[in-house]
């Protein structure tokens, strides 16, 4: 079984500042890995993936995440923060269920504030 | 593109009651899966279709269901319900099953049960 692990529930950081947010997993074969952003009432946004290749995935909204095989960890990044990113923010892997079929397996997720 | 579409937005039953939630996917997405978010359990898989299947299950009881049409339209059903069933419900649909495809989601039906 998979499973994902986002060690902060809650980032805060300054305007402009770089920040990140952390994942970790665990998934049998290759790891498909996801970031999904909820703002109030909202459902979640699709912001990038990794599949194969590069370790530096760009995706939406600026975000960026560095995928680290040995240290099985998928961080999100942006180099500079801005107000409106402030959401709560799901990682997620996509492994093979028990059923043979991909399943989605979400982290708790990690609130970001960023203060103006 | 339109997006995938939850109705209804939002519900407030009581216990002993049911209730039908409805998920239009985006058009031509094949695959829609269903996921209970709570404050204390976080986003949990439900149950995931492809081609009208029900290709997997999460770790809920039998009260929760749901069905796949050919038109790809799902929906979910919660029978006799309880207080911990309030929650957030989010459908996501996907072209297809494979492990690479992305989930794209609903705004959800959020469910008061009193």
């Known amino acids: 079984a998979q499973s994902v692990a986002q060690p902060e529930d809650q980032v805060n950081v300054a305007e402009g500042n770089p920040l990140t947010v952390k994942c970790t997993y665990s998934v049998s074969g290759n790891p498909y890995l996801f970031w999904y952003v909820q703002y109030p009432n909202r459902g979640l946004q699709f912001l990038l993936k990794y599949i194969t290749g590069d370790n530096l995935v760009k995706g939406s909204y600026g975000f960026e995440a560095e995928f680290n095989k040995s240290q099985t960890s998928f961080h999100l990044k942006k180099p500079s923060a801005l107000v409106s990113d402030s959401a709560l923010y799901f990682c997620a892997v996509r492994g093979l269920s028990g059923a043979g079929s991909y399943q989605l397996t979400f982290g708790k997720g990690t609130k970001l504030s960023v203060i103006p | 593109k339109a997006g995938v579409t939850q109705t209804p937005r939002y519900l407030i039953k009581t216990r002993g009651q049911q209730v039908t939630l409805s998920c239009s996917p985006i058009?031509?997405?094949?695959?829609v899966s269903w996921y209970q978010q709570t404050p204390g359990q976080g986003l949990q898989f439900l149950f995931e279709?492809?081609?009208?299947?029900?290709?997997n299950k999460g770790n809920f009881p039998g009260r929760f269901s749901g069905r796949q049409f050919s038109n790809s339209r799902s929906e979910m059903n919660v029978s006799t319900l309880e207080l911990g069933d309030s929650a957030l419900y989010l459908c996501a649909s996907s072209l297809g099953d494979r492990a690479v495809e992305t989930q794209y989601f609903g705004p959800g039906t959020r469910l008061l049960v009193l």
């Open positions: 279709y492809f081609s009208e299947t029900q290709r």
């Open positions: 058009s031509g997405h094949r695959s």
